[in-house]
């Protein structure tokens, strides 16, 4: 067996599978270690409602036949209120997803060990060179990707992330069958992903439901443990309380019944980025937390770094004597501002502000987008600084003022 690669990339979620897959396609020798068995996989890592945009499918070459359903609105739903947007997407099924990545990298010759579990950086003069997994096992490469989402156990000993406890979003989801779609109401759901700000159901986060066809579909929530969560949140309650409490008070879920094997659990970090990378090395994915507006898209976001770190790896490797020192990797960190999260710190501001606003003012803000012009949350989604104005009342106020005495402050819309 080899042991000497190009790229060595820990994790085969989205951003590590398609990583492999660019620079497999370039022809550098790259391997993948992922935790689970190849059997199985995915199964602990199937963690995303898999909602995306055709941009994304396009971008990467995502064959239709891992889409489960087409949709053509998103909705939001506050507690008494609705918003509706006309906008393309897709439902994928998020396992067969991942398989397809996996697959079309090996295709291009990238190799994947599966039961790989990675455990810490091999080091020599004070650069990683390598990693050890599954306890004595050791591979080396010229560049080393962290690709494992939260866990990093390469980036966190490498001090290149900092994952704040007090940041971390968990979430949980079901796919169900005999839901009432069109139940009146509420906004119709054929064909749509919905996102619902309800501090009842989801305290500090969002809850959903993303149409898979007919009568079925994703339904789950996400929080951060933040104010709003210690404020309305429950003692009692587990992350599994609040959706059992969803789908024994929401009528639409009145004859709807879990799909067996059909649960996933998830976590994300909702703060801004660190380092990105440091000498023969870059953190890509979840790893690296990106910011995640309402309907940020972490498919794509994860999909897009593993690309840019794919090009910032060929920059130093094509040519055979650049050194991929911390210097010559820094365009990743260019590149990652600019197509993967650009306007991160108005981008998070805004998706902190959604989170602590009480539910009143959700009832407002779906007042005032049914009000606006269509383009109005897109662009603020965006980070864009009049957008997300026009979604701001003097009332906010107060609201803001608690950040200028955090990370943020109201110039960052500026």
């Known amino acids: 067996m080899n042991n000497r690669y190009d790229v060595v990339i820990a994790g085969a979620g989205p951003a590590g599978a398609q990583c492999a897959r660019d620079l497999a396609a370039r022809g550098y020798d790259v391997v993948v270690l992922e935790t ?118 390469l980036a966190k000993k490498l001090d290149v992330v900092d994952l704040k406890h007090e940041n971390h979003a968990i979430g949980i989801e079901y ?71 969803w789908i024994d008070t929401d009528p639409r879920f009145e004859n709807a019944t879990r799909l067996d094997g059909k649960m996933h659990r998830g976590s994300a970090h909702i703060q801004m980025p660190g380092q990105l990378y440091t000498d023969r090395f870059m953190a890509i994915g979840d790893t690296v937390p990106t910011v995640d507006p309402l309907w940020g898209e972490g498919i794509h976001k994860c999909m897009k770094s593993g690309r840019m770190a794919a090009a910032a790896a060929d920059s130093c490797l094509k040519h055979g004597n650049i050194e991929p020192t911390a210097e010559n990797l820094e365009v990743y960190e260019t590149l990652w501002h600019r197509d993967v999260a650009p306007n991160v710190r108005a981008r998070l501001l805004m998706t902190k502000l959604l989170y602590i606003a009480p539910d009143e003012r959700y009832d407002r803000l779906m007042a005032d987008l049914n009000r606006l012009d269509d383009d109005t949350l897109a662009k603020a989604n965006k980070g864009n600084p009049a957008a997300i104005a026009k979604l701001l009342h003097i009332d906010d106020l107060p609201m803001l003022a608690r950040f200028a005495k955090q990370e943020f402050s109201v110039g960052d819309l500026l």
């Open 36 to 153: 689970e068995s190849e059997d199985e996989f995915p199964r602990q890592s199937n963690k995303s409602t898999a909602g995306t945009f055709p941009s994304m499918m396009a971008a990467f070459g995502i064959p239709d036949d891992v889409v489960m359903q087409y949709t053509d609105t998103v909705v939001l739903e506050s507690p008494t209120e609705h918003f509706v947007q006309k906008q393309p997407g897709a439902v994928l099924e998020f396992a067969d997803f991942k398989r397809y990545l996996v697959a079309d990298g090996r295709e291009d010759g990238a190799e994947y060990r599966f039961d790989a579990r990675v455990a810490a950086p091999i080091m020599e003069n004070g650069e990683i060179v390598g990693v050890t997994y599954n306890g004595d096992r050791e591979v080396y490469g010229e560049i080393v990707v962290d690709a494992t989402g939260p866990a990093a156990p």
């Open 175 to 245: 796919e169900f069958e005999g839901i009432d779609i069109d139940r009146p109401g509420f906004a119709d759901l054929h064909d749509a992903m919905m996102l619902r700000l309800d501090h009842e159901l989801a305290p500090g986060g969002y809850s959903w439901i993303f149409h898979t066809g007919e009568d079925t579909a994703k339904v789950g929530l996400c929080y951060i443990r933040n104010e709003q969560y210690h404020q309305y949140g429950r003692e009692d309650f587990s992350i599994d309380d609040y959706l059992d409490h």
